[in-house]
């Protein structure tokens, strides 16, 4: 995944992953408010039809009762039966006495009844005598119910007054103030009372309840926008607690890739997943012909956007991050694939890979050398592999077994920037190299300075005796070809022939100077160039 696609993946996952709380605690939060509202109605419908029930059940006892004591006219002993029980009956508002006809003859209250009329009639259970009214009194035309039950002697019948106000006591579960809408009404349908505000959302709860003994119903609404406004404080809360939650997630999702960005290790590690590390070639030059003999290659990061980064600016923390042994496997890789096809043809040519210390530790580069090219079209013995004098190694002995082992392969060894460290002759001959790679130092002081030029004679006897090849490195200019080629080297790269290429320009410059059908022809010259000292070696047959 490019690295832009991972931010914005990354970022992706961090919206998801911070608007998950948010939607749980909605979600939750409305289930919540849905089952405390549920509940709230349903317990205010219950309440409201229980106490009817209590009060009015209470009014029919006291008609019993005043009954039971013969009160049956309006007369003032009958009328002072019924001033009491209006005391013991708080709900009731008015007792009287009612005539055959059901007109109000006389109350406990002593003012003169209004006009009053029967709006509804219903029954209550197990109580053939007694019935239940909805009334219209006076001009206002106020309801009221009616308990309503025969004198136990004469014509008369005794009566109960209650305003429904009193039945319908609204409540709130909670103590707040009231919000609902509550209604009454008779079995027959007829609105005994309400309360609350008269117009509602809709979008409210509801529940209903009922008083079986008098046949009333009573169905309770309250807003849904109340209940929420209520928990608000609730609301608050949550979003906050979710919403620290989702940033924390959010910015640790969105922080990955910046941590990623500022920690070049992984940055190297994406890169390497991304295969923006590439090999870049030298070419080597036989300066006696002028014929490309191989090449260096050279490591650069080529990033998205087609910038070159150089190795001195990742090849140090690779090293010491130890992503380098999977980085020059990549490398190897990368050269075997690309180079295989112009290579086959070319047997001659050779491709040196520049080691760092920690190859030299144990035998797995041996390993990994031969998976990579053995049976492949760049053959073990085309295969140089570098060893810079620059940091002397840590263990000579292993060092040492692991070169013997590449050599064992056919794989060439090679001792780079000769003469920039400080180990001297002793430690080349110690490690049994094929190759001496003469430093650019020496190189830009051949001619000036006499020591320099002895050195490079003093290399070029070591060379011959112990039958190493050597390549004088970063050879800027023709007078420095000349030298060298005066001395006796036959190898050399520099930026007098080549800087490093990428591949597809080496792969050019060798078919232009190389074509396949004149090397697949016996050369006149390969003859001389065999007996030559050839710093890349004979050309293999
Ligand atoms: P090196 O092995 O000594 O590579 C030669 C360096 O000199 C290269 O720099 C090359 O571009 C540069 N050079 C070549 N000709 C001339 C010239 O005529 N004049 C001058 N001034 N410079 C010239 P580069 O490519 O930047 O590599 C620098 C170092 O990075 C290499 O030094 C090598 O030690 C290391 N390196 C490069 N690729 C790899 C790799 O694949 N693995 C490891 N472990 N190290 C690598
Ligand atoms: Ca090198
Ligand atoms: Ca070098």
Same mark, same amino acid.
């Given at each position: 995944?490019?690295?832009?696609?991972?931010?914005? $993946? +990354?970022?992706?996952?961090?919206v998801?992953m911070a608007a998950t709380p948010l939607a749980v605690f909605k979600l939750w939060l409305?289930?919540?408010?849905?089952?405390?509202?549920?509940?709230?109605?349903?317990?205010?419908?219950?309440?409201?039809?229980?106490?009817?029930? %209590?009060?009015?059940?209470?009014?029919?006892?006291?008609?019993?009762?005043?009954?039971?004591?013969?009160?049956?006219?309006?007369?003032?002993?009958?009328?002072?039966?019924?001033?009491?029980?209006?005391?013991? @009956?708080?709900?009731?508002?008015?007792?009287?006495?009612?005539?055959? !006809?059901?007109?109000?003859?006389?109350?406990?209250?002593?003012?003169?009844?209004?006009?009053?009329?029967?709006?509804?009639?219903?029954?209550?259970?197990?109580?053939?005598?007694?019935?239940?009214?909805?009334?219209?009194?006076?001009?206002?035309?106020?309801?009221?119910?009616?308990?309503?039950?025969?004198?136990?002697?004469?014509?008369?019948?005794?009566?109960?007054?209650?305003?429904? *106000?009193?039945?319908?006591?609204?409540?709130?579960?909670?103590?707040?103030?009231?919000?609902?809408?509550?209604? #009454?009404?008779?079995?027959?349908?007829?609105?005994?009372?309400?309360?609350?505000? @008269?117009?509602?959302?809709?979008?409210?709860?509801?529940?209903? @309840?009922?008083?079986? &003994?008098?046949?009333?119903?009573? #169905?309770?609404? =309250?807003?849904?926008?109340?209940?929420?406004?209520?928990?608000?404080? =609730?609301?608050?809360?949550g979003y906050m607690i979710a919403g620290a939650i989702a940033l924390?997630l959010f910015?640790?999702?969105?922080?990955?890739?910046?941590?990623?960005?500022?920690?070049?290790?992984?940055?190297?590690?994406?890169?390497?997943?991304?295969?923006?590390?590439?090999?870049?070639?030298?070419?080597?030059?036989?300066?006696?012909?002028?014929?490309?003999?191989?090449?260096?290659?050279?490591? &650069?990061?080529?990033?998205? !956007?087609?910038?070159?980064?150089?190795?001195?600016?990742?090849?140090?923390?690779?090293?010491?991050?130890?992503?380098?042994?999977?980085?020059?496997?990549?490398?190897?890789?990368?050269?075997?694939?690309?180079?295989?096809?112009?290579?086959?043809?070319?047997?001659?040519?050779?491709?040196?890979?520049?080691?760092? @210390?920690?190859?030299?530790?144990?035998?797995?580069?041996?390993?990994?050398?031969?998976?990579?090219? /053995?049976?492949?079209?760049?053959?073990?013995?085309?295969?140089?592999?570098?060893?810079?004098?620059?940091?002397?190694?840590?263990?000579?002995?292993? $060092?040492?077994?692991?070169?013997?082992?590449?050599?064992?392969?056919?794989?060439?060894?090679?001792?780079?920037?000769?003469?920039?460290?400080?180990?001297?002759?002793?430690?080349?001959?110690?490690?049994?190299? *094929?190759?001496?790679?003469? *430093?650019?130092?020496?190189? !830009?002081?051949?001619?000036? /300075?006499?020591?320099?030029?002895?050195?490079?004679?003093?290399?070029?006897?070591?060379?011959?005796?112990?039958?190493?090849?050597?390549?004088? /490195?970063?050879?800027?200019?023709?007078?420095?070809?000349?030298?060298?080629?005066?001395?006796?080297?036959? +190898? $050399?790269?520099?930026?007098?022939?080549?800087?490093?290429?990428?591949?597809?320009?080496?792969?050019?410059?060798?078919?232009?100077?190389?074509?396949?059908?004149?090397? %697949?022809?016996?050369?006149?010259?390969?003859?001389?160039?065999?007996?030559?000292?050839?710093?890349?070696?004979?050309?293999?047959?």
């Amino acid at each position: 995944m490019s690295s832009r696609a991972y931010k914005l $993946a +990354a970022v992706a996952i961090g919206v998801l992953m911070a608007a998950t709380p948010l939607a749980v605690f909605k979600l939750w939060l409305d289930d919540y408010v849905r089952r405390e509202g549920a509940f709230e109605v349903q317990t205010a419908a219950n309440h409201v039809a229980g106490l009817a029930e %209590q009060r009015l059940g209470l009014a029919v006892d006291e008609l019993d009762k005043v009954a039971g004591r013969g009160v049956a006219s309006c007369r003032g002993d009958h009328l002072e039966v019924l001033r009491n029980a209006n005391f013991s @009956a708080s709900p009731v508002k008015e007792f009287s006495i009612l005539g055959p !006809d059901g007109r109000t003859l006389c109350s406990d209250l002593g003012i003169a009844p209004g006009e009053r009329a029967v709006v509804a009639l219903g029954e209550i259970a197990g109580r053939g005598d007694v019935a239940i009214e909805l009334m219209q009194v006076g001009a206002r035309q106020e309801r009221f119910l009616r308990i309503r039950r025969p004198a136990i002697t004469g014509a008369n019948a005794l009566a109960a007054l209650l305003p429904p *106000d009193l039945l319908l006591t609204p409540i709130s579960a909670v103590g707040a103030p009231v919000l609902s809408q509550t209604q #009454m009404r008779l079995a027959g349908g007829a609105i005994v009372g309400e309360s609350g505000p @008269a117009a509602l959302p809709t979008e409210s709860f509801v529940a209903s @309840a009922r008083s079986d &003994r008098f046949g009333l119903s009573v #169905m309770v609404l =309250l807003p849904r926008s109340v209940k929420f406004r209520q928990h608000r404080d =609730l609301e608050s809360i949550g979003y906050m607690i979710a919403g620290a939650i989702a940033l924390l997630l959010f910015g640790a999702a969105a922080l990955r890739p910046r941590r990623d960005h500022d920690n070049p290790v992984v940055e190297i590690e994406n890169a390497l997943r991304a295969g923006e590390f590439v090999p870049y070639y030298q070419p080597v030059i036989d300066i006696t012909n002028a014929r490309i003999r191989g090449a260096e290659v050279l490591m &650069r990061w080529r990033k998205p !956007d087609g910038t070159i980064i150089p190795p001195s600016r990742f090849i140090p923390l690779a090293e010491s991050s130890g992503l380098i042994a999977e980085m020059m496997r990549h490398l190897m890789r990368a050269v075997r694939d690309e180079m295989g096809n112009a290579v086959i043809h070319r047997p001659f040519l050779r491709f040196g890979f520049n080691l760092s @210390a920690c190859h030299f530790r144990d035998d797995s580069i041996v390993a990994d050398v031969r998976e990579i090219f /053995e049976g492949s079209m760049i053959r073990l013995s085309q295969v140089v592999l570098e060893l810079t004098e620059r940091h002397p190694l840590d263990n000579l002995t292993s $060092a040492r077994r692991v070169i013997a082992a590449l050599q064992g392969l056919g794989v060439k060894v090679a001792i780079d920037d000769v003469g920039a460290g400080h180990s001297g002759l002793s430690y080349i001959l110690k490690l049994g190299v *094929d190759i001496i790679k003469i *430093d650019k130092i020496f190189i !830009d002081a051949l001619g000036h /300075e006499s020591s320099s030029t002895t050195i490079i004679e003093t290399l070029m006897d070591l060379a011959r005796n112990l039958r190493m090849d050597v390549i004088a /490195e970063g050879v800027e200019n023709f007078e420095q070809v000349v030298a060298l080629r005066e001395r006796g080297i036959r +190898a $050399a790269q520099g930026y007098v022939f080549a800087p490093p290429l990428p591949g597809s320009a080496f792969l050019q410059l060798i078919e232009a100077t190389d074509p396949v059908a004149a090397v %697949q022809e016996p050369l006149p010259a390969v003859a001389h160039r065999r007996a030559l000292v050839n710093p890349l070696g004979p050309r293999a047959a």
